[in-house]
């Protein structure tokens, strides 16, 4: 009886021991974090949509897709670089594409098994904010298409890098 009571004691200690566990703050895994309503100001309402709920513009609609431009494409939600239109191409999607990012340092990529199907959904590493998709049907030299939504994006008029 006294072994049974112990073994009692023990295991409610360990189940309060793992809630005050479970209600310990979350360690941020962006580098620029903020709330719903800090995003709300700076961003539109389609931008906030697009990068915080992961949400898509319809095609033809975005400001970047027909852009033959030199630059630049930085991310909307915090200023990373993103994508150069040195490797920009039409895809005739609707969409900018690009066959490969600036820098892989910023640029993000996750298993989206959304409406259905499985993708592979494109994100900015330093903010958490959702870009658009990947897909296996781009260009050479690498065979891939980024297709990114407009709204996500943040193009600068210049030199490529």
């Known amino acids: 009886m006294k072994k049974f009571f112990l073994f009692t004691c023990l295991m409610g200690m360990l189940a309060v021991s793992s809630c005050a566990q479970q209600q310990q703050p979350v360690q941020q895994k962006y580098a620029v974090t903020k709330t719903d309503a800090q995003w709300k100001k700076i961003l539109t309402p389609q931008q906030f949509e697009i990068t915080r709920h992961a949400a898509t513009e319809a095609a033809f609609t975005g400001i970047y897709w ?6 630049i494409y930085y991310c909307v ?71 990114m939504n407009s709204a996500s994006l943040k193009f600068v008029k210049g030199k490529d890098m």
């Open 66 to 71: 027909d852009n033959h431009e030199q630059g």
């Open 77 to 147: 939600c915090c200023g990373v670089p993103l994508f150069s239109s040195a490797t920009k191409f039409n895809s005739h999607t609707g969409w900018p594409s690009f066959y490969q990012p600036l820098n892989t340092k910023y640029v993000g990529e996750k298993e989206d098994d959304s409406h259905g199907m499985v993708r592979i959904e494109v994100y900015c590493k330093n903010c958490g904010a959702h870009l658009g998709h990947v897909f296996n049907d781009g260009p050479k030299p690498t065979g891939l298409r980024y297709c």
